[in-house]
């Protein structure tokens, strides 16, 4: 159903969109072409003399065994994140929709670690994990397991990994709830009645209905884990031990304003634009192609 | 094939109790309809009997097992829903091979099933499409075949017709009475469309407000309605009700509206000027004047071409609806007659069929 307005005036629909294209250009374009031109260009270590080297930075970056590595974590880290923040949602969403097809109080509670601002998430994971302070950290260490995120690369992506996860579930947790409600019960009842118990009737069922969602959320949580989750590894663990948490944007990050190298830092920003275009490509594409039951 | 045995099934929604303890038991391979109006708890019934409710009181049972504790799964049933619940992300074919799929039937075997079902309901060409591109129609008989190809010891349909346009809903009822005649499965049937029970049911259950007010074959319930509301629910146009006494020793019914009537089949017990409710159905009103006939001063008139329908007042007040052959008057008065073989009594209070003593 499209509905449409007509506007009488030619000039009005450009006026009413003047302010967020406005901002749209001076927040985001200007910065992302200053990003691309700097890509270009290097300057020397007193930021004096700026030179145009035409694709040198990008050549630099993926030769350099760091970036590769840096790529390599942000792999784990993004399959972690989004895996983790899914699963964990869509099992909390099962078991909250069984239990109150409906009811909506609990949601807040629920959707709290959403709003929580990075650092406050991270300090309250260090209260959990940290080896000497921490809760969890101290019974780890206690029943003889050596846990400490600051010395042990693993460890601390594991760290990083559960707390970004753990920011994300509620929102997944939303959206799972609502994709679980809007499944008509009939066709749940009607599979109950075909012979399928509950475990069969959510994989045959349920998960393939829910797929639109899954996959909306896949997206969504990917982008989040690789550019929204700056804050959590920064007041966690600055990507360390030993660049060990390190990820794109977090290295993009550290050479622009760490190491001042804006050149390099810029075409990492580059190549994070491109990864940007590509998930939003695809989730377009298949946002389109896919049924909506 | 098997029976099925409802005994005193109860069921409340929190404090609610929609049920109050209903009995029933289906012979094998009969079709039993259950109608009533919305709300009256048909749904709920029907649902207690898939496993998808678990009754407050009372037992199910299918073919002699008790099978009041098991889940849907167990029960070796089939259900046609109202929305035909179809999953909207397989083929039709696999919409109707799902519960074998799952009960583990070889692939070759499967596929002779739902091939042999879509033959027999019309719809082998539609084997390899998805729910959202058929019509209402095709959707409803992809349901129907879902059910078949199982081949359950019990039928139950949740009023699978109420989606679908008046000529298709008819074709449709007579199209499922021939299959389960020919399948010869035992069926529950949830409507609350008299029509629809009239014709479908072999026996019909007709429930009031979680009782089932009468369970009798559809010529018994028009017949010999066990009370006020089934009297007034089967039958179209419904029934009129007239207020009366019980006079002469319980041989006739003075009737507010003037004559006392003498009543055909006998004396009813009770004592005398019992306040009763009688009933008469529009067709059996005859218009001509005599001794008894009452004056119906007409403000409606439904020409239904090969007969009419006239609402009309009798002198007292009371509504009568009048149903003659032919075009009948326009307007005016009409002299009416009562005859005394056609009336139905029943106790004012309550509603109760009151039938003649030892008859
Ligand atoms: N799951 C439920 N929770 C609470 N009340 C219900 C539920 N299902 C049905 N009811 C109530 O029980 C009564 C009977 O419902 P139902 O059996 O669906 O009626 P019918 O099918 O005859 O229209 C209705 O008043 C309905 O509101
Ligand atoms: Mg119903």
């Given at each position: 159903m499209d509905r449409k307005v007509v506007f009488k005036q030619r000039l009005l629909p450009y006026l009413l969109l003047a302010p967020q294209l406005l901002i749209t250009i001076v927040f985001f374009f200007w910065p992302a072409g200053q990003a691309v031109w700097f890509a270009f260009l290097r300057q020397d270590a007193f930021g004096i003399r700026t030179t145009f080297v035409g694709f040198e930075n990008f050549a630099e970056l993926l030769a350099d065994p760091l970036y590769l590595e840096t790529i390599r974590n942000t792999a784990v880290f993004c399959i972690g994140v989004t895996a983790i923040a899914l699963s964990v949602a869509l099992l909390l969403a099962v078991l909250a929709d069984r239990q109150?097809?409906?009811?909506?109080?609990y949601r807040i509670l629920l959707i709290w670690p959403y709003a929580i601002a990075p650092a406050v998430a991270a300090v309250l994971w260090i209260f959990l994990f940290h080896p000497q302070i921490g809760l969890i950290g101290r019974a780890l260490n206690g029943a003889g397991i050596a846990w400490d995120y600051k010395l042990n690369g693993d460890q601390a992506m594991l760290m990083v990994i559960l707390a970004s996860a753990w920011k994300q579930v509620s929102y997944n947790f939303i959206f799972f709830l609502a994709g679980l409600q809007s499944i008509p019960k009939s066709v749940l009842e009607a599979a109950a009645i075909d012979g399928a118990r509950s475990v069969r009737r959510f994989w045959t069922i349920t998960f393939p209905l829910l797929s639109p969602t899954t996959f909306f959320l896949l997206v969504v949580n990917l982008v989040y884990a690789f550019f929204d989750t700056f804050g959590v590894i920064d007041a966690l663990t600055k990507g360390g031990p030993a660049k060990a948490t390190e990820t794109l944007i977090y290295r993009a990050y550290v050479d622009g304003r760490?190491?001042?190298?804006l050149g390099m830092s810029s075409a990492q920003s580059v190549v994070l634009m491109l990864v940007v275009i590509l998930l939003t490509a695809i989730q377009f594409r298949f946002i389109e192609r896919r049924v909506h039951y | 094939m098997a029976t099925l045995e409802l005994s005193a099934i109860r069921k409340s929604f929190g404090p609610v109790e929609v049920l109050h303890g209903v009995d029933l038991a289906v012979a094998d391979g009969e079709m039993i309809v259950i109608v009533g109006a919305?709300?009256?708890?048909k749904s709920t019934l029907l649902r207690i009997a898939a496993g998808l409710e678990i009754p407050s009181q009372g037992r199910v049972r299918i073919a002699g097992r008790d099978v009041t504790a098991l889940e849907p799964a167990d029960r070796d049933i089939a259900m046609v829903f109202q929305n035909y619940?179809?999953?909207?992300?397989?083929?039709v074919a696999q919409n109707m091979g799902y519960g074998l799929k799952i009960r583990g039937l070889p692939r070759a075997e499967i596929d002779r099933r739902v091939r042999e079902a879509a033959a027999l309901l019309g719809i082998e060409a539609l084997l390899d499409r998805r729910p959202r591109q058929l019509s209402g129609g095709q959707r409803q008989r992809v349901a129907m075949g879902r059910a078949i190809v199982r081949e359950p010891k019990l039928f139950l349909f949740d009023e699978?017709?109420?989606?679908?346009d008046a000529k298709l809903r008819v074709q449709m009822r007579a199209e499922i009475r021939r299959l389960q005649r020919r399948l010869g499965v035992t069926s529950l049937f949830v409507t609350h469309d008299q029509v629809e029970a009239m014709t479908l049911g072999d026996r019909l259950v007709v429930m009031h407000q979680g009782h089932a007010a009468q369970v009798a074959t559809p010529m018994e319930i028009w017949a010999k309605p066990a009370d006020t509301y089934v009297a007034g629910f089967i039958g179209s146009p419904a029934m009129n009700f007239l207020k009366g006494r019980l006079t002469e020793g319980g041989r006739a019914v003075a009737l507010e509206a003037g004559p006392t009537i003498r009543f055909a089949d006998g004396p009813r017990p009770g004592p005398e000027g019992l306040p009763l409710t009688i009933g008469i159905r529009p067709e059996h009103v005859r218009a001509e004047a005599g001794g008894l006939a009452l004056t119906l001063t007409l403000d409606l008139v439904e020409p239904l071409g090969s007969e009419a329908v006239l609402h009309g007042r009798l002198p007292n007040g009371e509504a009568l609806v009048v149903k003659l052959a032919g075009p009948g008057p326009r307007d005016g008065t009409l002299p009416v007659a009562l005859p005394a073989e056609a009336l139905h009594v029943f106790v004012a209070e309550g509603g109760r069929r009151l039938d003649p003593a030892g008859g």
């Open positions: 109150i097809r409906g009811a909506g109080g760490v190491n001042l190298d | 919305s709300g009256c708890g619940a179809l999953y909207p992300h397989m083929s699978p017709l109420s989606n679908l």
